[in-house]
């Protein structure tokens, strides 16, 4: 069964460092998200992005973050420069019209020290 | 958004079937309601989706009654590996499809 991969699988950085998070999602998708979780808390929407542009974006995703599809396959998420706060688990997800399932990969953990 | 409300916790033993009812009181009209599952240390899993009435798939069944003011997600004879956050969402799909998700209920699945 294809799947959303994610790398790396933990990424350690200190604040105000720039960080790139990469997901691969599922090959025939078209539309591809991102999320957070701080540890203990709940999953958190962060951005949407179809047709090589964002559909929508959370107060949370301000001009620290930025999201790109550099080629065919992957899609990235910048942090320009990471706060202490910004530790958490990322998830990249994608999905294929006509379905509204989101396909989760298995997250990068963000530990900024 | 409809706002969700779904027990913290919930206990069960293997073998057992597991109801975990979620109430959404000011669903719309054009609101679906969304089942996911998360282990620990993992992203998100799509269990179930359904308008009205009740959806069954090979995971699981969901119940809404006719005012769907809430909604029954049936987990039938749970193990162990069924041990998880599940998540009840609430919201039209069509529009943006940002997933909102609440606090879920945590099942714990003894031997």
């Known amino acids: 069964e294809p799947e959303v991969t994610q790398t790396p699988s933990h990424q350690v950085t200190q604040m105000g460092q720039e960080v790139i998070l990469r997901c691969v999602p599922i090959s025939n998708h078209l539309y591809f998200y991102w999320y957070r979780q701080i540890l203990g808390q709940k999953v958190e929407f962060l951005v949407s992005?179809?047709?090589?542009?964002?559909?929508?974006k959370s107060e949370i995703f301000d001009d620290q973050f930025s999201v790109e599809r550099p080629d065919g396959s992957n899609f990235t998420l910048k942090i320009r420069s990471t706060k202490l706060e910004d530790s958490a688990m990322y998830f990249c997800?994608?999905?294929?019209?006509?379905?509204?399932?989101?396909?989760f990969g298995p997250g990068t953990r963000l530990t900024v020290t | 958004l409809a706002k969700t409300t779904q027990p913290i916790s919930m206990d069960s033993y293997e073998g057992q079937e597991v109801n975990i009812t979620c109430s959404h009181n000011?669903?719309?009209?054009?609101?679906?309601i969304t089942w996911y599952q998360q282990f620990p240390s993992q992203g998100p899993r799509f269990i179930i989706q359904g308008y009205k009435t009740k959806v069954t798939n090979e995971v699981a069944s969901l119940f809404i009654p006719a005012d769907r003011k809430s909604s029954t997600l049936s987990l039938p004879r749970v193990s162990l590996s069924d041990t998880a956050v599940y998540y009840c969402?609430?919201?039209?799909?069509?529009?943006?499809?940002?997933?909102?998700f609440g606090g879920g209920t945590r099942l714990m699945v003894k031997p």
């Open positions: 000011n669903i719309a009209t054009n609101d679906y």
């Open positions: 997800a994608s999905r294929r019209e006509p379905s509204y399932e989101q396909y």
């Open positions: 969402l609430v919201g039209d799909i069509r529009a943006g499809n940002m997933l909102t």
């Open positions: 992005f179809y047709n090589n542009e964002i559909s929508e």
